[in-house]
Nanobody, 116 residues
């Protein structure tokens, strides 16, 4: 089960931190990702982070968010995060977490709205 939270309304240039709690899985070994879907658009991948027993985790980003967004994970809390800085109106979307690549059903997303 995937439960994303932390969305809201923010002005352009602002920041938000999204969280996604993952229930009922061996979270620590799973590669996780964040995705988003804007009105009238297909869902797109935003960021990914590898799993496993390590001290650092390789991450990757879509070009549109590179340098502004940071994905991280806390295996003790079975939670993946997305820190979003320098937000732009085009970042407005419903944000979801899933495995990377996406293999699970889509859980509840969280709405992010960036005003200009």
């Amino acid at each position: 089960q995937l439960q994303a939270s932390g969305g809201g309304l923010v002005q352009a240039g602002g920041s938000l931190r999204l969280s996604c709690a993952v229930a009922g899985s061996n979270f620590r070994v799973i590669n996780m990702g964040w995705y988003r879907q804007a009105p009238g658009h297909q869902r797109e991948w935003v960021a990914g982070i590898v799993g496993g027993s390590r001290t650092t985790y390789a991450d990757s980003y879509a070009d549109s968010v590179k340098g502004r967004f940071t994905i991280s994970r806390d295996n003790a809390k079975d939670t993946v995060y997305l820190q979003m800085n320098s937000l732009k109106p085009e970042d407005t979307a419903v944000y979801y977490c899933n495995t990377h690549p996406a293999r699970w059903g889509w859980g509840q997303g969280t709405q992010v709205t960036v005003s200009s």
